[in-house]
């Protein structure tokens, strides 16, 4: 068993137009679990208590997307 957590997803955006309103954009800014810093996180232990499996826990990741229509 391991300890509760809770996992937070922030987006923003933001609407512009470009070379004199001919082309309208977006951009828009998610960052995905903001609080995680990434880590090993143990899945199996032996009989002792150690343990001797782990799984990669990913850190938080930035992705930035822009969108034109003409």
């Known amino acids: 068993w391991d300890k509760s957590r809770y996992y937070i997803d922030l987006s923003a955006g933001y609407n512009l137009r470009l070379f004199k309103d001919h082309v309208h954009a977006r951009l828009q800014?998610?960052?995905l679990d903001i609080f995680e810093n990434g880590r090993l996180q143990a899945v199996?232990?032996?009989p002792?208590?150690?343990s001797?499996?782990?799984?990669?826990?990913?850190?938080r990741q930035f992705i930035?997307?822009?969108?034109?229509?003409?």
Request: proline share 4%.
């Open 52 to 59: 001797f499996a782990y799984r990669i826990v990913d850190p």
């Open 48 to 50: 002792d208590g150690t």
């Open 29 to 31: 800014l998610n960052v």
């Open 64 to 70: 930035l997307s822009a969108n034109f229509d003409l």
């Open 44 to 46: 199996a232990y032996n």
